[in-house]
């Protein structure tokens, strides 16, 4: 039967804000979000991990990692034959990653049997927080346990989304998940903000969407907007953040952006106090 475990209580020293970057839906770039704003959020001089959950390893590429011979990597450190100091890489752009490759796919099966297995990943974390600003978690498009694990060790969620109908749709049933998580698992998840990627301002949809967001979650609804640009998709076969790439490209400033909005966030969160205990979302 899952239970609430102790809260680390992040008031007491300067600890590293954990985001999950997730969506249900796949291809809504969880993974272009998760590289390249760690490499923006290295670039404005923070300390960063990106932790790569998803089994096909494509964050562990987009940042110059060959996923082939990336050994240890996250599935050893959530069977505990491995730890983060151990397993994590330094990148030539700024932040540190713990990689992934196919290996991870099988961390479904090997956690059956371990117990508290929902918390492997925040246990493993707590004696590394101290060490940076942001951590980012890479999340697979789907609720499995690796997910699981990333909600729980989470203290918020980014939800990358397409203005489209059925991401709508979805993004409902995720609420509906990230509810059910912070009952039972992690009282403390929040929703961070929802981040418009993929943007074409031509469409009369895409706009009707935005405002619905927008008019639905108001200021959880990031100012800043991802639009689609042909650079941001050639970077991961370079093995590289569109900020290393084509800085000029406007991928890399749309990212750059976001980066500098968060960390406004975080400032204004830290001068107002404590997270008002609530997901963050109407009913």
Known sequence: MLGIRGIVDLAQVDLAKILAVTNQKGGVGKTTTAVNLSAC???????????????????????????????????????????????????????????ANRELAGAEIDLIDIAQREYRLRDALVGLRGEYDFVLLDCPPALNMLTVNGLVAADAVMIPMQCEYYALEGLTDLVATLKKVRGNLNPVLEIEGLLRTMFDPRSTLTQQVSRELEGHFGAKVYRTIIPRNVRLAEAPSYGKPVIAFDRSSKGAQAYLLLAEEILERRASARGHGASSGELGVAP
């Open 41 to 99: 959020l290295a670039e404005l001089g923070q300390r960063v991990l990106l932790i790569d959950l998803d089994p096909q390893g494509n964050a562990t590429t987009g940042c110059g990692v060959v996923k082939r011979v990336a050994l240890p990597t996250v599935y050893q450190i959530l069977i505990g034959r491995s730890t983060i100091a151990d397993t994590r890489l330094v990148t030539e752009f700024g932040f540190d990653v713990l990689p």
